[in-house]
């Protein structure tokens, strides 16, 4: 059979000028020809002897006006120990951290430091307790600040707002026992107000005036991830503020009051958004132990 000595076809010829390209791109890349080179994978060196030694200079560490260490470094130095430590080491450890994230740290700092040591259940546990027994405390106070519970609500749309990394992503107990605790108290809220307008008692109105402003700050703090993330909790915060504010014409609570619900209503129709998507974030009303 003769020879086919004819021009190469133009499927040929670009498949040949392709693979001639790809070689020289891998030669002058410094890659062997006939395939890409891997990158070696960057050695990484631990270095940990910035960080602390002992529980003792942890603590000290933790609890100084001014750090030397970011909050996410100490996490590190939590996630490599935690295992050594006693349940009241980490209730320590809790008790210090709940109130520097509550009382004026960076939340995304706190949040940052949540996200290394949650790899630890019982701090997890120990933190929820924290929120919890705060709650309580406020809620016990015989004269009660309006000031303290705007503080409160604030906490709890921050910590709703920020995204957890993953696995404590999800407001459910395997996952995250410190939101589920939030959420718990921020349900509440909603469910309890209606309840104790109705019963006219005065104790009970100035106790609903006081979750009625814990309520608007978070949703205030949370503003429109309220609806990208928490879409199917709006119907909820809607009738709240209709039991509130219309049922009640705002004369149960006070005239004062009607303003404050007005410009959260606002601002909930300004960040609302037409056909928003449903919430990718799990909830969950589990109670904590």
Do not use: W
């Not at 605790?181 to 309840?195: D, I």
Request: negative net charge; charged residues 30%; hydrophobic residues 40%.
């Amino acid at each position: 059979m003769a020879a086919n000595n004819g021009p190469p076809r133009e499927g040929q010829s670009n498949r040949g000028r392709n693979r001639r390209f790809l070689e020289n791109l891998q030669k002058t890349m410094g890659a062997p020809a006939g395939g890409l080179r891997k990158a070696p994978k960057p050695k990484v060196v631990e270095d940990d002897e910035h960080l602390p030694k002992t529980f003792t200079e942890f603590m000290e560490i933790l609890n100084a006006e001014k750090r030397d260490l970011p909050l996410v470094e100490l996490a590190e130095f939590y996630r490599q120990r935690y295992n050594d430590f006693s349940d009241d080491d980490i209730t320590t450890i809790a008790e210090s951290l709940f109130k520097i994230g509550y009382h004026g740290e960076a939340i995304y700092d706190f949040v940052g430091f949540l996200n290394i040591a949650f790899v630890d259940e019982r701090f997890q546990e120990k933190l929820a307790n924290e929120f919890v027994l705060y709650a309580a405390n406020l809620f016990d106070q015989e004269e009660p600040t309006l000031e303290a519970y705007e503080e409160f609500g604030r906490f709890i749309g921050l910590l709703l707002k920020i995204k957890f990394n993953r696995p404590y992503h999800k407001i459910v107990d395997s996952s995250n026992k410190l939101m589920v605790a939030v959420m718990n108290v921020f349900l509440g809220f909603l469910a309890e107000v209606p309840q104790l307008i109705e019963s006219e008692d005065i104790e009970d109105l100035e106790r609903a005036k006081f979750k009625t402003v814990s309520v608007v700050c978070a949703v205030k703090a949370l503003n429109r991830r309220l609806f990208m993330d928490y879409y199917e909790m709006n119907d909820n915060i809607y009738k709240f503020l209709r039991s509130v504010l219309i049922d009640t014409d705002g004369k149960s609570m006070g005239k004062q009051f009607r303003k404050l619900l007005l410009d959260v209503l606002i601002e909930m129709e300004k960040y609302s958004v037409a056909g928003a998507p449903p919430s990718t974030t799990t909830t969950s009303t589990q109670t904590m132990e």
